[in-house]
């Protein structure tokens, strides 16, 4: 059973994982967004959603190339907080920033959304409890936390035939080989169930962008209701799954979307399809969101009137969402193993084997 400390060193440790996104995410959304940022809570869930996506692309380099360890981690915060002390200094005549400043805005936002944020923290922190003290198994214990370990032990983009999904879109993963690098299965879980508490976070704090602050929380409701209503989605939610991750990335790259149409802004486009990008690096399933999002993609060209970042943002998708597509198909023949299986032949499993294997696939 785990203990008082054993939780609040793991939360802890979330935290931590936390503050890394967050400055990998804030010089990633500078490069992409450049001084045209936008404020408030959006700024800060772009760059925490940006933070998270950079870290797992680069995480796949690295065990691309087989440096996928603690030191090259370590490395990577040591280059993101240098990153982060050079915009700070980018502007000689700006006035320092006080730790004192900071708690000052936190508390103006806390104070205009108290209904918000109260919700949210009765709704997240047993879920956070949650995933630090159960055990779900399911389909985190039969492929999820497995191919993570095999990524944390080799180092590399290692394949295990005997698992039932030997080869997936991976980005998750990479974010749970560190976790187990850092401590042990519960902080995977608890990253798992930040991300479900952080779509939430998103579609409050965003859709109040767009449709105001009632039914921003009316949608919260009726998608923790929804989510509740599912078969196993509670438990999925608090285990080292991946569906709130693609949940979380598709939310924030419609979002960006829709200020690229209104804006006419082909850097938000960018970073639109980045986020879009490392959904479909998550789960074969975010492709559902994919034909809706190119279409309003292509509307919003007319609007940006400018060739560079449209190209940027289509090589973005391209690079960042077919990477894990191309590595299965070149290990495989099939980009969407197991799923293609009928279409472009069975690898490992055939058809037989996957319709005895228990649970979906």
Not at 129 to 155: N, W
Not at 337 to 342: A, F, V
Request: charged letters at 10%.
């Amino acid at each position: 059973m785990a203990t008082g400390a054993y939780i609040v060193a793991t939360l802890g440790l979330l935290m931590l994982f936390g503050v890394g996104w967050l400055l990998i995410g804030r010089p990633v959304l500078w490069l992409i967004l450049g001084d045209d940022l936008p404020r408030g809570a959006e700024r800060r869930l772009l760059t925490l959603a940006t933070g998270m996506a950079g870290c797992m692309v680069v995480l796949a380099a690295l065990a691309s190339a087989g440096w996928l360890n603690a030191g090259a981690v370590a490395v990577v915060l040591a280059v993101a907080l240098a990153a982060n002390l050079a915009m700070a200094r980018r502007r000689p005549g700006a006035a320092p920033v006080r730790f004192r400043d900071g708690i000052a805005r936190l508390q103006v936002v806390l104070h205009r959304n108290a209904t918000a944020v109260a919700v949210v923290c009765l709704l997240s922190l047993p879920l956070l409890v949650s995933a630090v003290t159960g055990s779900f198994g399911g389909d985190s214990y039969i492929y999820h936390l497995p191919q993570a370990r095999l990524f944390a032990d080799t180092g590399r983009l290692a394949v295990n035939e005997h698992l039932q999904v030997p080869l997936h879109p991976h980005y998750y993963h990479l974010l749970y080989a560190v976790a187990l690098l850092a401590w042990d299965d519960r902080l995977a879980n608890a990253i798992h169930a930040a991300s479900a508490a952080l779509s939430v976070l998103g579609l409050y704090f965003l859709g109040r962008i767009w449709v105001g602050r009632g039914a921003a929380l009316l949608a919260c409701a009726l998608y923790v209701a929804f989510a509740a209503s599912i078969h196993s989605a509670p438990a999925a939610a608090v285990s080292a799954y991946v569906g709130y991750g693609t949940a979380v990335f598709t939310l924030f790259a419609y979002h960006c979307l829709g200020r690229a149409l209104v804006d006419a802004n082909g850097r938000m486009l960018c970073l639109a399809c980045l986020l879009m990008g490392v959904s479909l690096g998550i789960k074969v399933q975010a492709w559902v969101g994919v034909p809706a999002f190119a279409m309003l993609a292509v509307a919003a060209v007319p609007k940006i009137r400018r060739f560079g970042p449209v190209f940027a943002a289509g090589l973005l998708a391209g690079v960042v969402g077919g990477f894990w597509y191309l590595r299965n198909f070149l290990v495989s023949g099939d980009p969407f193993h197991p799923l293609g299986g009928n279409v472009f032949g069975h690898w490992s499993w055939n058809a037989a084997d996957l319709a005895q294997m228990p649970g979906p696939v």
